[in-house]
């Protein structure tokens, strides 16, 4: 990505110790810093990395926080002004974002954002809404060209054959299927299914309309003809940039830039992008940088370079970023969640609260821990790091408690008799101890901290989860190991070094004593 | 020395102790002896404030014993428990040394006392070097006495050590035991539920049952003018060849 190109010649060893100097080497003050987000769909990435190019040939100093989760996460961090842009869709405005604030127009939608010192670009010009689709040789055999004319294919005799597939949340949304039914009047019943089955359905023949998003790369490779929404039941997702409204102060020719976009991809353009993406596996700033110099006549610095060197780089780069987040938080959880254990231990009226708390944050969902986090730490590694500790709390806590519950009572009476102070008999004979209960707490917060570290990929704190979230996303299978197979070594790898501590910290006795 | 005074304890609504009174006579061993739940461990508990009395006063040295005070009381005070109840994580030398080195003690200081008691208490050599996993029982026993003489306290308080212990090793601590405490001249509480082990220790034994002191006195006096029919019958009950406990006098 371009925030490390002025570092990229260096050697990898290097690159390691250098790693906590990079951001602050990669800092070119004369130039304003532009920071571009993008959810995690391959289109939005494509777009995300669109903009950064149009950033950085207007004399920004653009970054790229590449495939940031989910809508959620993404405007968050818009509104915090961790990033200044990225793409959005009008719909998910209306719907999601704004949603119960009544906005019915763009200039709502305008009037809305600008309350939150955001802004909203013209459309780029493709809608990517849901659509019905079907085969583009049956849909002229049979004269279809719009939903009203599948609905009266379907009351025809010779239609009523037609089967209709769709995914489940199309079948479940009130903009979905409900509506469309009611709207064109169909009397049949769909079935639910995969949309990757769908469109298998399709070409076999065994089903003829199913639910599509109207960009999808599939709509060409399946050869299919999107039907017209000719009642406009669908709302529409015009593809929007959104941007901090200080951008206009702060970079005005980078925003002129950015605004170049407007109304200059259709929907068989963007289409085709997603298309050279998710099908041909070219990459994604490639796509971006083509479409830049064909359709503007703007030429970007997206140079190739050699695919060892990316690999060998964001090896380097995910390893230590993913250590740096599973040592952070299992430090800090280890210094608060060690003291909890024994407080749990030693005053019997907070057991309960304390181990219910730490249970209870260890069932919050990921995903939800970072929604909460993001709008207070914003991206990178402060939630990541944040979202870790809390996981780690609770194998640790409950560990250390159980270890120093579990000592028996004579061992414990045998210290108060010696006339050892409180303190005294913690430090010299409970913790002791507990110490082989307490050290496996922390190495199972650190195993599952190496496998959860993953989700800094969601945030922009990168990791291995970087190259596993891109790999799922553009489905490339080699892309995807790049994550796996480190993260799963390195899980293995700690076990092993938690092995060789327990040696030094539990002392000899205990380990003689399991060993009989 | 140790007095207790009117001291009682309840769990609830069950009353384990009555009201009782004892004076521990110095330089002299006195054997708690009654079944299960006659009340004598709780009375040794109180006595080393592992129990605080529901009601009473205990006294060490005529000062009264309160929770303020009680941890340096406990530093005069030996305590053995069944089984030795050594740190698994300590060394034989670790455990016996741990509260002389918490004091402050030089390592030496530590390392001659702990060689000095291992020869008292005939531990064999080597053994002081090993975990207590690696013990046998009667050895984890000795080391659990040379930890509770470290200090070289006053009283020693010991709760059926020897319960555990197979009768030949039991016999040989059982001789080691008291040739200890009669040249160490200590004041020692023993608690058992054995007669004989109560005969062979015991300067004074204080027979206890339903939470209340039953008879005191010498073996011999018990025997020969039990003070109740349980006194004949928890005698009896032991099986003691020879010894048969007279029926109590109808006066």
Known sequence: ?516 | MLELIEVSKSFGQTQVLKPTSLVLEPGKTTVFIGPSGCGKSTLLRIMIGLIEPSAGTVKFDGVEMTPRNIMQMRRKMGYVIQDGGLFPHLSARGNVGLMARYLGWEKQRVNARVEELARLTRLPDGALERYPSQLSGGQRQRLGIMRALMLDPSVILLDEPMGALDPLVRYDLQEDLRGIFQSLKKTVVLVTHDMGEAGFFGDTVVLLGGGEIVQQGTLDEMIRFPASDYVTRFINAQRLPGVEAKEVAAS
Request: aromatic fraction near 6%; charged fraction near 20%; proline fraction near 4%.
């Open chain 1, 1 to 516: 990505m371009k925030s490390t190109s002025p570092i990229s010649h260096l050697p990898a060893a290097t690159l390691l110790f250098l790693v906590v100097a990079t951001t602050a080497i990669a800092d070119s003050p004369d130039l304003p810093l532009v920071r571009i987000g993008s959810k995690s769909s391959i289109e939005n990435v494509i777009l995300g990395e669109m903009l950064t190019l149009l950033a950085d040939q207007a004399g920004g100093d653009a970054r790229h926080q590449s495939a940031l989760g989910g809508t959620q996460i993404v405007f968050a961090a818009l509104k915090k002004g961790d990033i200044d842009a990225y793409i959005e869709y009008t719909g998910t405005l209306s719907q999601e974002i704004l949603k119960g604030q009544r906005v019915r127009s763009d200039e709502d939608i305008r009037a809305a954002l600008a309350k939150m010192n955001l802004a909203m670009s013209q459309p780029l010009g493709f809608n990517n809404t849901y659509a019905l689709g079907m085969k583009a040789d049956v849909a002229e055999k049979m004269q279809i060209a719009s939903i009203s004319d599948l609905a009266k294919a379907m009351k025809a005799a010779n239609g009523s054959k037609l089967k209709f597939g769709f995914s489940d949340e199309f079948l479940k949304r009130g903009d979905g299927w409900p509506a469309v039914k009611v709207l064109y009047q169909f009397e049949n019943q769909p079935t639910g299914l995969d949309h990757s089955l769908a469109y298998r359905g399709l070409d076999a023949g065994t089903l003829h309309v199913t639910d599509l998003y109207s960009t999808d790369p599939e709509i060409a490779k399946y050869k299919l003809k999107v039907l017209e929404d000719d009642l406009a039941c669908f709302p529409e997702y015009h593809a929007v940039i959104l941007y901090r409204a200080d951008l206009k102060d702060r970079a005005p020719q980078v925003l002129e830039n950015l605004l170049k976009l407007e109304g200059k991809i259709d929907n068989s353009t963007m289409m085709e992008m997603n298309t050279r993406v998710r099908i041909d596996h070219d990459r994604d700033i490639n796509v971006a940088g083509d479409f830049l110099l064909s359709k503007l006549q703007i030429k970007t610095d997206s140079s190739e370079e050699k695919k060892w060197v990316v690999i060998g780089r964001d090896f380097v780069r995910n390893t230590t970023r993913h250590l740096l987040l599973v040592f952070c938080s299992l430090s800090a959880a280890i210094v608060v969640a060690v003291p909890l254990g024994i407080w749990a231990y030693k005053y019997s009226k907070v057991t309960h609260g304390i181990l219910g708390i730490v249970g209870i944050i260890q069932t919050i969902p990921s995903m939800a821990v970072l929604v909460f986090m993001v709008p207070l730490l914003g991206l990178g590694e402060k939630p990541a790091i944040m979202a870790l500790f809390l996981y780690s709390l609770l194998p640790i806590v409950r560990n250390t408690y159980a270890g120093l519950k579990e000592i028996p009572d004579n061992l414990k009476e045998s210290a108060i008799v010696l006339g050892l102070s409180r303190q005294a008999r913690l430090y010299l004979v409970e913790l002791p101890i507990a110490s082989r209960s307490i050290l496996s707490g922390i190495k199972t917060a650190a195993v599952i901290n190496v496998g959860t570290a993953t989700i800094g990929g969601l945030i922009g704190a990168g990791g291995y989860g970087e190259p596993i979230l891109t790999g799922i996303r553009l489905a490339d299978v080699s892309l995807l190991l790049q994550g796996a197979i480190p993260a799963a070594l390195l899980a293995v790898v700690v076990q092993g070094l938690f092995e060789l501590l327990e040696r030094l910290v539990v002392p000899k006795g205990l380990r003689l004593a399991r060993a009989e």
